[in-house]
């Protein structure tokens, strides 16, 4: 299958910094990745959609302002972490897929934990 | 709104026994469903899919049934392996590229 490669794999980082995790398709262009989040035993909740060259689509409840995610290029989406608090500690997920409909498989990468002190 | 239900674990099983693990959803409209698996280190990986009610998804000897009178799609293995040993998401799909996870199951296979 194809590949997508997150980094980094672990972070911590201080409270009131911010942090950048990096997804990217390796062998393929994604025309859409997609970003979840993960608590301890509680299922992967989709953060946001973002589409190359336009602006993310956030999920409700989800912070715009505080997770930034750009999409620049078809082979890598970032998202950002501003100004991160301890409850922002989890581990991030990110997906790739190489086109859209609902018979398109998506490809996920390693996954980020990030611990915020 | 639409989820997934899937038993906690950790199972941990023998070598060669028999595996089920249950998975149940809520939907609104008529969902796709999946499983996927996530080994050390690794991403999640498709394991196997069915898109309508009754098909029958299999893969590595993996099986589950889109049952839709019971809103179940319980994943199963005749003989698991040491290898098998990852975390198992059931998860959803309605109309779009969206997909609804379940919590995750750990299994872990002994020799």
């Known amino acids: 299958g194809a590949v997508v490669s997150q980094h980094p794999s672990r972070v911590i980082c201080k409270s009131g910094t911010s942090v950048k995790i990096e997804c990217r398709s390796l062998?393929?262009?994604?025309?859409?990745m997609f970003w979840y989040r993960q608590f301890p035993k509680q299922s992967l909740m989709l953060m946001a959609t973002s589409n190359e060259g336009s602006k993310a689509t956030y999920e409700q409840g989800v912070e715009k302002d505080k997770f930034l995610i750009n999409h620049a290029s078809l082979t890598l989406s970032t998202l950002t972490v501003t100004s991160a608090h301890p409850e922002d500690s989890s581990f991030y997920i990110c997906s790739a897929a190489p086109g859209t409909g609902l018979n398109t498989e998506a490809f996920f990468g390693q996954g980020t934990r990030l611990t915020v002190v | 709104g639409d989820s997934v239900t899937q038993m906690e674990g950790p199972v941990t099983l023998s070598e060669e026994a028999f595996l089920t693990i249950n998975c149940t959803y809520t939907?609104?409209?008529?969902?796709?469903l999946f499983w996927y698996v996530q080994y050390p280190g690794e991403g999640l990986q498709l394991l196997l899919k069915?898109?309508?009610?009754?098909d029958k998804g299999s893969n590595k000897g993996f099986e589950a049934t889109y049952r839709k009178e019971t809103t179940s799609f319980h994943l199963e293995k005749g003989s698991v392996q040491v290898s098998d040993s990852a975390v198992y998401f059931c998860a959803l799909s309605v109309s779009t590229d969206k997909l609804i996870f379940g919590t995750g199951t750990r299994l872990q296979v002994f020799p």
């Open positions: 069915a898109t309508k009610a009754d």
């Open positions: 062998d393929f262009q994604a025309t859409t």
């Open positions: 939907a609104t409209g008529y969902p796709s």
